[in-house]
């Protein structure tokens, strides 16, 4: 379980767009129940792990990190290829020439199309194909394609995760496997804790759509403190400190703004000094396309925070993190589960 | 319920959305079948409920259509205005429209707008009226009008305003007609203010609380010569079964379901993946801590503009495929 | 009425740092109401028992934050970069004067002079991204001891009467609807209401699902600041509303359909008591209406709005007959409804 390369591997390497995260589930549900007292798929699709804590009425902390990824959905067949639209929020600049995996049983391999050089003119060279042009290449026939893939069909970049450098790896999916594999990780140390309190690891569902499985999930389990752990984008040359708030090995990311209850982030701080971690900071001054926009307004209203991974080169298939930042989430974690956690909630 | 006579009905009750009082006394009065329970919540949504032990079936059409709002009365006696749910400028321009009142008008553009760009600030309501005083006698600031057209048959098709969603309220009620033997608790839901936002389905869907959801609504086609394939669907396919729309994207158990029901039943049915638009599915998905959701959708062309055409038999294999899983056994809810 | 605003406004608010604002109105409000508590998004809720017992009480709704900015880095000379928390039109940004966090650091939107502009450059305004905001710091160091990461940004301006019954000021959105709310709590009500002072409206009407989900009112009345573009470069309908013809009564807007009954019993109760009033000319914007709409079962909405020129700037400009027209058009309204619920669900 602690080797971290493996465990997100075998994370990432799972198909599973917004709306068809069911195998991803499935696989988180094995991979809590070991550390947790109860663990299972709930009504809407999430991965739902429950770990009990001492005290009956304590209270009830629900970390949330999705399971769902940006894909790809079959609308129809053109000369035998595959006519398709995005799920989630997809660079067109990723797609030409692109490798995909169709999600049918068993799976089909396909390639995105693109034009070679020689049929573009000068213009067209140094623009981005716009997505209506492209197609997915599964080399069969025209009839083959409709019989094997229904419209509706979703598919996902190919699966590939690797090192780079000692501290850095690369594969599609960080966005948000890595963060739920945080929590695991997580959970793995808090095996003999005897917290209090309740903790929940909510791997959620449809968060690159509508934040479906946030909403759903956190009004079943009707919590009193959230926890949205989500990936944030790390400098790269093209992406400095105007764009990004972050680095890669600076730590995890604490979150500024409307959407953080100042009580909740403040007891997030105060964990890492106490353990000497190292902590980044990050503003979000309006909506933070995070699980947390639809945590917090659920019911009655709950104090909400959300912790970061840094991470570069987000939403394509080559999604890079921070082992040690990653490492450092999780300590993090553990040091504000371990928290008492009575007067955040208190009015 | 004859198809035409019942859409030219529906057509000549006013229901833009906020205001569906009209079309849903004439829903109310002409639904057939067995009714235990009528309900009108807060915002005016019809909940129809037939009682079953059990699982709780939700289904909704939306009753309300597009329309326009008066904002402002020029001095010239035109009206500017602004739009409830989607408007387009370019397929409203010369489209004639009427007030609840009765009058009528029709859609004139600024005439030195430019008609390259056309939006709706370009346009005016001209009611016939000579002056600011006229106007103000016949209609008032914030009256709103609704397409004034109409509905014919072509061929084996309709053209008509408002198939969305007339079309589909009339695919419920014939759903209603069909539906025999039911364990199932239904509630036939006839929505508001889906146009300008999904509104109406939010808080209809959190009192009842269902243990799911189907959602009947028009489709956008993709069969138009040039179609940019924004829908998958074509005219004459069969029931559109949603995998995907802008609001929601339907679990793969309801789709399987669905086109299993469609297969034993011999109904013609397609797969629909639509790119531009959302339905009351969105907010129903999401309800409490989630709604199995469906939707059996009629494709529609030219959706939004005041004749918009559809195929009499896919009104059909949707009324027979909502009547079959009302008629289904359904596993409780987890 | 207008010395409240004109404390009320001095205040800073912006959305999700409501601390001060909310403090400074429970002291007024709570000798007047029966129960008042905050609850997890910042909202301060007051219930104020009325002569009438209500299964659900009339909820009155106006929000306590005003739009900002928040620090987001303070770089390596010493300036603070920002972000606009809520909509702020960039073009009334540069040169402005604000204070920074707790300790209300003073500090200039700073730009490059006029005179080192080029003819082309001034037609553009820059991006937020590239703005900063002067402390007058030596240094990155002394900069971080004086503001953090995350602290509040909030306009500097003061309250000016002037003109034939104007007054200008930051925060007349929604610090009118505040003041208005606070004076008919005071009042002897003819039913129970639950008076919500919201957080976090300008972020997207994020207060207001909250206290709607524990309220379950039927029908909720918000009192606003609504835009007003009645200068004279503006023609005809893109004017909105205009400041000085009455409160605007809400029909429709960018996040709701006011409920036509409810602005029907405003219209006639605004015409029976001579009170002036308008409605927007053209659809744009949202309130606390388009969250408390739909949640859980459903809310009838009704909306009174002060039209404020230049609103979402630190020199925003209302009537001061507006606001009194407010306030009595909103205290019709409760005594018609304790008299008439007039329920729409059968």
Redesign the interface.
């Known amino acids: 379980m602690s080797n971290l390369p493996t465990l997100l591997t075998s994370l990432s390497s799972i198909p599973g767009p917004s709306g068809f995260e069911h195998d991803v589930a499935r696989r988180a549900v094995e991979l809590m129940r070991p550390l947790t007292d109860e663990a299972c798929v709930d009504g809407f699709g999430n991965a739902c792990g429950i770990l009990r804590g001492t005290q009956p009425g304590a209270l009830r902390i629900v970390i949330a990190a999705h399971l769902d990824e940006i894909g790809f959905i079959a609308t129809g067949v053109e000369q035998g290829f595959l006519r398709f639209s995005t799920i989630g929020s997809v660079d067109p600049r990723m797609l030409p020439g692109r490798e995909v995996t169709v999600m049918t049983d068993p799976p089909i391999p396909g390639v995105i199309t693109c034009l070679p050089p020689h049929v573009l003119s000068e213009e067209e060279m140094d623009l981005a194909f716009p997505r209506e042009d492209l197609f997915i290449d599964v080399g069969f026939s025209h009839e083959e394609t409709v019989t094997r893939i229904p419209v509706g069909t979703p598919a996902v970049y190919r699966a590939g995760c690797f090192p780079l450098g000692e501290d850095l790896f690369c594969g599609k999916a960080m966005d948000d496997r890595a963060c739920f594999c945080a929590g695991l990780l997580a959970l793995e140390m808090l095996q003999n804790a005897a917290l209090p309190h309740d903790v929940v690891l909510l791997g959620t569902t449809r968060e690159e759509t509508n934040f479906g499985g946030a909403k759903t999930g956190t009004f079943a389990l009707d919590p009193d403190v959230c926890l949205a752990l989500d990936v944030t984008h790390a400098e790269t040359p093209d992406g400095g400190p105007k764009n990004t708030d972050c680095v890669l090995g600076g730590g995890p990311a604490v979150g500024y703004g409307p959407n953080m209850t100042p009580r909740i982030r403040d007891a997030l701080i105060a964990a890492a000094n106490a353990e000497n971690i190292d902590i980044q900071r990050e503003v979000m001054p309006g909506k933070s396309y995070t699980d947390a926009w639809e945590m917090q307004v659920s019911r009655e209203g709950i104090p909400t925070a959300i912790l970061s991974l840094p991470t570069r080169y987000m939403h394509t298939p080559m999604e890079t993190i921070s082992l040690s930042d990653l490492r450092a989430m999780a300590d993090l974690l553990v040091a504000f589960l371990k928290q008492p956690h009575g007067e955040e909630v208190a009015e | 319920m004859e198809l035409l006579k019942t859409l030219q009905e529906l057509n000549a009750c006013f229901g833009p959305s906020g205001e569906e009082k009209e079309i849903r006394e004439c829903i109310r009065r002409i639904a057939p079948g067995r009714i235990d329970e009528v309900r009108v919540d807060a915002l005016g949504n019809l909940i129809l409920r037939r009682k079953g032990s059990g699982p709780k079936v939700l289904f909704a059409a939306h009753m309300d259509s597009i329309g326009l709002i008066v904002t402002h009365i020029e001095k010239e006696g035109f009206l500017r205005f602004g739009n409830i749910g989607g408007l387009v400028a370019e397929n409203i321009l010369h489209a004639t429209v009427r007030f609840k009142n009765g009058v009528r008008g029709t859609i004139v553009p600024d005439q030195s707008a430019d008609r390259t760009k056309l939006s709706l600030n370009d346009l005016y309501v001209d009611i016939g009226a000579e002056s600011e005083q006229q106007a103000s006698s016949l209609i008032r600031i914030g009256d709103t009008a609704v397409y004034d057209a109409p509905a014919n048959l072509a061929g084996g098709r309709i053209i008509s305003p408002y198939l969305d969603n007339r079309i589909s309220c009339i695919a419920l009620l014939w759903a209603m007609e069909q539906i025999g033997e039911s364990a199932n608790d239904l509630y036939f839901v006839f929505t508001v203010q889906e146009e300008p936002g999904l509104r109406g389905a939010k808080p209809a869907a959190f009192e009842i609380d269902p243990d799911y959801g189907i959602v009947c609504d028009v489709t956008p086609a993709g069969d138009q010569p040039g179609s940019k394939h924004y829908g998958s669907s074509s005219l004459g396919g069969g029931a559109a079964i949603k995998v995907m729309d802008t609001s929601v994207i339907c679990h793969p158990d309801m789709v399987d379901r669905l086109r299993a029901l469609a297969e034993a039943g011999s109904i013609p049915y397609q797969n629909d993946v639509i790119v531009r638009g959302g339905t009351d599915a969105g907010p129903i998905h999401t309800t409490r801590g989630g709604v199995q959701t469906g939707g059996i959708s009629v494709p529609c062309r030219y959706i939004h503009t005041p004749q918009e055409m559809a195929d009499a038999e896919d009104v059909t294999h949707c009324a027979s495929l909502m009547a079959a899983f009302a008629m289904s056994r359904l596993p409780a809810r987890s | 009425m207008i010395e409240l605003i004109k404390e009320l406004c001095a205040v800073p608010g912006v ?2 740092f409501e601390d001060e604002i909310r403090a400074r109105i429970e002291r007024e409000i709570r000798p007047h109401a029966s129960d008042v ?5 910042g ?1 301060l809720i007051a219930f104020k028992r009325g002569a009438k017992r209500a299964d659900h009480p009339l909820m009155i709704t106006a929000h306590m934050d005003e739009v900002g ?5 303070i ?1 390596d000379k010493g300036f603070v970069r920002f ?4 909509g702020i039109d960039r073009r009334t940004v540069i040169g402005k004067k604000v204070l920074i966090g707790k300790h209300r650091i003073p500090g200039a939107i700073g730009l490059r002079a006029y005179h080192l502009v080029s003819a082309k450059e001034e037609k553009i305004v820059p991006d937020i ?2 703005m900063y905001i002067d402390i007058g710091a030596a240094d990155q160091k002394q900069a971080q001891s004086l503001v953090s ?2 602290d509040e940004i909030v306009f500097d301006s003061d309250f000016v009467e002037f003109g034939d019954g104007m007054i200008k000021a930051k925060a007349l959105d929604d610090r009118i609807g505040c003041a208005a709310m606070i004076h008919l709590i005071q009042k002897e009500l003819p039913i129970d209401c639950a008076f919500v002072f919201t957080a ?1 409206e300008e ?2 009407a ?2 207001a ?3 709607t ?2 309220i379950r009112p ?1 029908i909720a009345l918000v009192l606003e600041g609504t835009t007003a573009a009645d200068v004279p470069s503006v023609k ?3 004017r909105v509303t205009c400041a000085g013809e009455g409160p605007v009564l809400g ?2 807007d960018r996040g ?3 409920d ?1 009954d409810l ?1 029907e019993r405003l219209r006639h109760l605004a015409d029976n008591r001579g009170i002036p009033w308008q ?5 744009a914007g949202g309130t606390d209406a388009q ?1 408390i ?8 909405v009704a909306a009174i709005s002060v039209p404020v020129r230049y609103i979402h700037t630190s020199s925003s400009v209302a009537s001061i007959r507006d606001c009194h027209h407010m306030v009595e058009l909103a205290e019709a309204f409760i005594h018609s409804v304790a008299e008439d619920p007039g329920a ?3």
């Open positions: 959305s999700s508590r905050t609850d997890a998004v909202n900015f928040i620090v987001k880095k770089d972000a606009p928390v809520g991204a590239d990461i995350g976090q972020t997207g994020r207060g699902f909250g206290a989900f524990s039927r005809g309908h893109r029909v429709m709701a359909i006011y036509r602005f409605t927007k000319r053209f659809i969250a709409q739909t949640t859980a079962g459903g809310v009838q729409k669900s059968e």
